[in-house]
């Protein structure tokens, strides 16, 4: 792991600033080292604190990854949520789909550690990814039931289609991020976008919301 300087005298930083600042440095460092090459020490230094002022904040250093994740996967869906909000976001489909690898390109790193297990199968961590990916599905086809929580009605033939496309996104998205973070050449962002939006399965554009209420009634 390279060295990186820490940034001269230590600021004075209110609680909420301090956290803020250190879920900062683990998006970078995260993106750089698996969890199981960075030490707490590296951690502590990196930020220039005590190892006991990390735990003071995060309690362990699973802690502060865990952290670190949902703070990842909060700025994700900041993005997303703004282009949803957005009278003018055109087609939801593509918007969604090029906020999401906008991320994968800026946070290659942390994106494959992330996908690929970062402590093993973690359910805490697995929660988090779970939930990014069904509010991102749900912002992506917001016209589709496959789109809304479907638990108690069963799992209907267009949410398997939209789980099988979204899954095909995930997949080549971090084989994407891996040759990026590699410096390999690929495609670039928008070619990726296109091709994964000629993808979409024909049944998530054809079919109606009536009928979707009909099969479900």
């Known amino acids: 792991m390279a060295t990186h300087p820490t940034s001269g005298p230590r600021q004075r930083r209110n609680p909420a600033e301090r956290r803020a600042h250190l879920l900062e440095i683990g998006v970078e460092l995260f993106g750089e080292c698996s969890f199981d090459q960075l030490s707490t020490d590296q951690i502590a230094e990196r930020a220039g604190i005590s190892r006991g002022l990390?735990?003071?904040?995060?309690?362990?250093?699973?802690?502060?990854?865990?952290?670190?994740?949902?703070?990842?996967?909060?700025?994700?869906?900041?993005?997303?949520?703004?282009?949803?909000?957005?009278?003018?976001?055109?087609?939801?489909?593509?918007?969604?789909?090029?906020?999401?690898?906008?991320?994968?390109?800026?946070?290659?790193?942390?994106?494959?550690?992330?996908?690929?297990?970062?402590?093993?199968?973690?359910?805490?961590?697995?929660?988090?990814?779970?939930?990014?990916?069904d509010i991102l599905a749900r912002r992506a086809a917001p016209w589709s039931k496959a789109g809304n929580d479907s638990r108690g009605h069963g799992v209907g033939p267009e949410r398997l289609a939209l789980v099988a496309w979204t899954g095909a996104v995930e997949a080549a998205a971090l084989e994407w991020a891996d040759q990026r973070h590699r410096r390999i050449d690929t495609l670039d962002r928008r070619l990726l976008a296109e091709l994964l939006i000629g993808m979409l399965p024909s049944a998530l554009r054809s079919t109606s919301t009536s009928t979707l209420l009909e099969e479900t009634a």
């Open 54 to 133: 990390l735990f003071h904040y995060f309690g362990s250093k699973r802690g502060y990854y865990v952290a670190v994740i949902q703070e990842a996967a909060a700025r994700l869906l900041e993005r997303s949520a703004a282009v949803h909000d957005s009278p003018a976001a055109g087609d939801p489909q593509r918007a969604q789909l090029e906020i999401f690898l906008g991320f994968v390109e800026e946070n290659a790193g942390l994106y494959t550690l992330l996908m690929r297990g970062g402590v093993g199968v973690d359910r805490q961590i697995q929660a988090i990814v779970d939930e990014s990916r």
